[in-house]
């Protein structure tokens, strides 16, 4: 497999930089807030994302950079403000893979690029809209849905 170029390097980075922002602001968000949606769900979708760029790290032989985001989140004062955030990491999530696509050929690399994108743009981004207009709430879980509805059955 041939060597990637210093600028597809640096689109993998920048990429993975991102995807670490997002896992470590979710992350605190859920610290300060406990389990709330749609930080509780993104969260892990954050982690598959990061996962889905090691592998494109391994695959070229590259060494996988530390997340240097965890404990530089800023602390939000409730969980509006946190979704609110959250639009604005997403918007500019699909702006940065906009871009980075245009930094290689390398369609397996365009792949997790675009698949990356269009997470952040069809299913991240409404979830944060839409915690967004619940207003102080959000999402908070609590007990199981079948919990909540109160069913014994399952």
């Not at 979708?45 to 997340?67: C, K, M, Q, S, T």
């Not at 509006?80 to 696509?101: F, P, Q, S, T």
């Not at 690399?109 to 944060?128: E, K, Y």
Request: glycine fraction near 8%.
């Amino acid at each position: 497999m041939p060597e990637l170029n210093g600028t597809e390097i640096r689109a993998l980075e920048e990429a993975l930089d991102d995807e670490y922002r997002a896992w470590a602001t979710y992350n605190q968000v859920i610290h300060d807030f406990g389990k709330v949606r749609p930080f509780t769900n993104i969260l892990g979708a954050e982690e598959r994302h990061i996962d889905a760029l090691h592998l494109l790290f391994a695959r070229y032989g590259l060494p996988v950079p530390n997340n240097s985001w965890l404990e530089k989140i800023p602390h939000y004062a409730g969980i509006k403000e946190a979704c609110e955030a959250g639009i604005a990491a997403e918007i500019a999530n699909g702006a940065l893979y906009e871009r980075l696509l245009e930094a290689t050929r390398r369609e397996d690399i365009r792949r997790v690029f675009r698949n990356l994108r269009d997470a952040s743009q069809r299913r991240h981004l409404p979830a944060f809209q839409r915690c967004a207009q619940r207003g102080a709430d959000g999402g908070r879980e609590h007990g199981t849905m079948r919990q909540r509805r109160g069913r014994n059955r399952p």
